[in-house]
């Protein structure tokens, strides 16, 4: 969903909030909004401050300050965590073992006083729509990780909360019913309109689920936008390290005109990319970042540097190498197999917009 779809009123605004825990500042001057059925990915780190804005936004923690909290306009700043709209999903589900699945679901109607007849009819229009009505009368423990996920889920959503929070919930999930649930959890945003803040450290989560994704550092955000603004165009070396870019060489910046920078390497070979430092100026430190899978042995690219063959490793769908070159190793990635043995690499190639500078302290 653009933002321009969204609604001008954010579901979810946070402005401008501080959270220490004695002399850690866990927050630093941090806002954010959140627009009605948007997917916003908090995305960072452990340390990175990421759950301690869950914490603050259900009203787990109470901020040291905060010049504004508000879910659906409703000012819920200092208001108890019970009193506001929004309902969290943890990654260790805190389903109760001695209830039946419908009965776990059931529980947030009926601490709200919704009679139990109503309440289990909700809970199980819930538990359909996770695709778990069959196993309503099971008892939890019968249920396997991924079930409970999903039990978990119905449980948050029967309430029909403003805001939906999870904090990691995929993170005890093999790789294959992780990527399952990634695709449900997607299904369900968008079959409910309702606004999720999903929190991760996991680059892939936030870029296959989210509208919008916010990196954070240190207790403040590093950068934040669509999914594609943080692959493709990193802000900082920071940002471009943790979104997974293989490849960041040091050099100097010689030349910038019309967003293209020009920078020379260790070794003297100068190379052009995408400049992200609007007001860099030549001569001044810089680097260039380089996904390994954007990167080629092709003479004809528009631009490149001369390296040899040093390693490589087959890994089935793809072949990682390691080109030598003078500004020191690079990694490339063939999904059309790699050089045989009698083969060499005598340079290798990327075109311009496929690589980003950072200049003057981009870090």
Not at 51 to 62: A, C, K, Y
Not at 73 to 101: D, E, I, W
Not at 305 to 324: A, C, F, N, P
Request: aromatic residues 4%.
């Amino acid at each position: 969903m653009k933002m321009e779809e969204m609604n001008a009123e954010p579901m979810l605004e946070v402005h401008d909030v501080v959270h220490k825990y004695g002399p850690v500042t866990a927050l630093s001057h941090v806002s954010l909004s959140a627009g009605k059925g948007e997917f916003l990915t908090i995305l960072g780190s452990s340390g990175s401050g990421k759950t301690t804005m869950l914490r603050v936004i259900s009203g787990l923690e109470i901020p040291t300050s905060v010049s504004r909290l508000r879910i659906d306009g409703v000012n819920v700043a200092g208001m108890p965590a019970a009193k506001r709209r929004c309902t969290t999903v943890f990654q260790n589900y805190a389903l109760f073992p001695h209830m039946s699945v419908v009965e776990n679901v059931a529980y947030g109607l009926k601490i709200r006083k919704v009679p139990t007849a109503d309440a289990l009819k909700e809970a199980r229009r819930a538990l359909a729509m996770v695709q778990l009505e069959a196993k309503a009368d099971r008892n939890i423990r019968q249920l396997s990780g991924g079930e409970r996920q999903r039990v978990a889920l119905a449980r948050a959503v029967v309430t029909k909360p403003a805001v939906l929070l999870l904090d990691e919930p995929l993170g005890a999930l093999d790789e294959r019913l992780r990527e399952d649930m990634q695709l449900e959890l997607m299904e369900l945003q968008r079959k409910l309109d309702m606004t999720f803040v999903y929190i991760t450290h996991s680059q892939e989560e936030a870029l296959t689920m989210s509208d919008r994704v916010v990196l954070m550092r240190d207790g403040r955000i590093e950068q934040s936008g669509e999914p594609l603004d943080l692959f493709d165009r990193p802000a900082t070396r920071f940002a471009a390290d943790f979104m997974g870019y293989e490849n960041i060489l040091d050099g100097r910046l010689v030349r910038c005109e019309g967003g293209v920078g020009e920078i020379e390497l260790a070794g003297g070979a100068v190379v052009r990319g995408t400049l992200v430092t609007p007001d860099a100026l030549p001569g001044s430190a810089a680097s260039i970042a380089l996904r390994a899978e954007r990167i080629s042995a092709v003479a004809s690219e528009e631009c490149g540097i001369d390296g040899t063959l040093k390693s490589k490793v087959y890994r089935g769908k793809y072949t990682d190498m390691v080109i030598e070159t003078a500004a020191g190793p690079v990694r490339m990635r063939s999904w059309h197999g790699a050089p045989t043995e009698n083969e060499s690499v005598n340079r290798i190639g990327w075109k311009v917009t496929d690589a980003v500078i950072f200049a003057d302290g981009g870090v």
